[in-house]
């Protein structure tokens, strides 16, 4: 279990990472050290951490960051992860984290699962 999350941890922080090196800024804009990991990141680590605990016996292979709809009082960051199972299928699951604009705290966590 130990091995799925930290190479499910280095799968999304090396996306990350790919994203950035592939996103170059303008020369007259500077970027620190703040800016490294976007906002969407810690939302990453609990739709990980909360879908290998859903389904432990597969593999996180793929991560996609669909995106954040805004609310006035809350918010949701949408992503989708592709899993392999023991018997080699794969499948996805939607990952809908509804979180508080101002604490933060989590509101709901929606899975649904996908072929696609």
Known sequence: ???K????VLLVLSTIAV????????????TSAQEVA??????????MKNV???YPTSDVIDYLH???E???????EKFKLWLRAEDNSEFG?????TFNNQTEEIVDIKYTETKQ
Do not use: C, H, Q
């Open 1 to 3: 279990m130990k091995t």
């Open 5 to 8: 999350l930290a190479v499910s």
């Open 19 to 30: 994203g950035k090196i592939l996103t170059v800024p303008p020369e007259n804009e500077t």
């Open 38 to 47: 976007p906002a969407y990141a810690k939302w990453g680590r609990v739709a």
């Open 52 to 54: 290998m605990a859903k």
């Open 66 to 68: 669909i995106g954040r």
């Open 70 to 76: 805004v609310g006035s009082v809350t918010s949701v």
């Open 93 to 97: 699951v939607f990952v809908d984290i």
